[in-house]
């Protein structure tokens, strides 16, 4: 691995409409860029982070710890700002390096390990969505409607081998938009890959940290001889499992109800009744994912989720990081957004005396304007 993560933060942000420039300011619980730095360092795929910023912005950056990362001070333009990283790497002779804007706080693990792979074989790989909404473009004396499904829009991080990219840099004189631009301007290949809907670039101000609400879900089911036990989408083996309509999961049962309850919707009962036979026996991932789809259309996203499973057995511990694995691909955040804890009730009640397994959760969320 030589791989080196180049964050771009000397911007000013100025449609942001912010005391200070945006990257700094406050974020899902931390400064935005920090999202990045962060996200860097867990992949585990970089041998080091470099963060370019104006010198003026150090005094930003105070409760950043530094022993993590390296300072660079950025230029005028973008183009000036990533050469100036790239220069400053010239020494260590990355062999690969992924540029990235510090207004893209939301972009996950999953990502950065597809670029990863898919830079193996090319020499520059971006990821890209395609357009939701009905594009024209206005011509000389007419409108012309676009075809959206041939359109790209391009995301970060970028990622290229060095050398190409610290070439084309520094012969470059035009001001530019993103790196990708240098390679296709200059009759490089390119490999696209599918990038993610939620990682969008910060451009106005639409998140507030006092847009988080909070919801709480509870679920209990009997256990039964010779049913399926299910427990945060994970198939557990077990001579007893639980009685339900659906497949019987408590876990997901009470985050998807905390879920409902923060975003201010119905809850799972009405929203999947169990007199409805098409709900008989199916698996609550599926109820989950329909809500987590649902909500998205409603600008929520998922902020922390903290669960607690009460049951006698099975031993919570043995099983909780796979439940925390599968939580996180359907509620699209970080494991690490996720906890799970075992409790008994202490052979008190129908769960203390093995009959039940309970769970409550509490799910915060945030909300786009």
Known sequence: ????????????????????????????????????????????????????????????????????????YGGKQRKDSSLKALKFLKKFNPKNVFIHDAARPDFSLGLLKKLNSNLIKNNSVIPFTTPSNSLKIKMKNYIKNLDRSSIYETQTPQ??????????????????????????????????????????????????????????????????????LFLGGLKINSDYGTLGHSDGDPVLHSLTDSILGACGMKDIGEKFSNSNKKYKNIRSTILLKKVIDEIYLKNYRINNIDINIIAEKPKIKNYKDRMRFIISKICKIEKSRINIKGKTAEKLGIIGKELAIGCECITSVFKYD
Do not use: W
């Not at 933060?9 to 920090?34: C, D, N, V, W």
């Not at 390119?190 to 809907?197: A, C, Q």
């Not at 670039?201 to 909070?214: R, V």
């Open 159 to 228: 990622c290229f081998r060095y050398k190409l990219i610290y070439d084309l840099s520094i012969i470059n004189k035009k001001r530019i938009t993103d790196e990708s631009s240098l390679l296709i301007s200059s009759g490089y290949k390119v490999k696209f890959v599918k990038g993610e809907n939620f990682n969008k670039k910060m451009t106005y101000n639409t998140f507030k940290d006092g847009n988080i609400l909070f919801g709480i879900g509870f679920d209990v089911h009997r256990l039964v001889k010779g049913e399926k």
């Open 1 to 72: 691995m030589n791989n080196t993560f180049i964050i771009l933060a000397a911007g000013s942000g100025s449609r942001y409409k912010s005391k200070i420039p945006k990257q700094f300011t406050q974020y899902k619980g931390k400064m935005m860029l920090e999202h990045s730095i962060y996200k860097a360092i867990d992949s585990k795929l970089f041998n080091r982070v470099i963060l370019v910023i104006k010198k003026s912005q150090k005094k930003y950056i105070s409760s950043i710890d530094k022993s993590i990362i390296k300072i660079v």
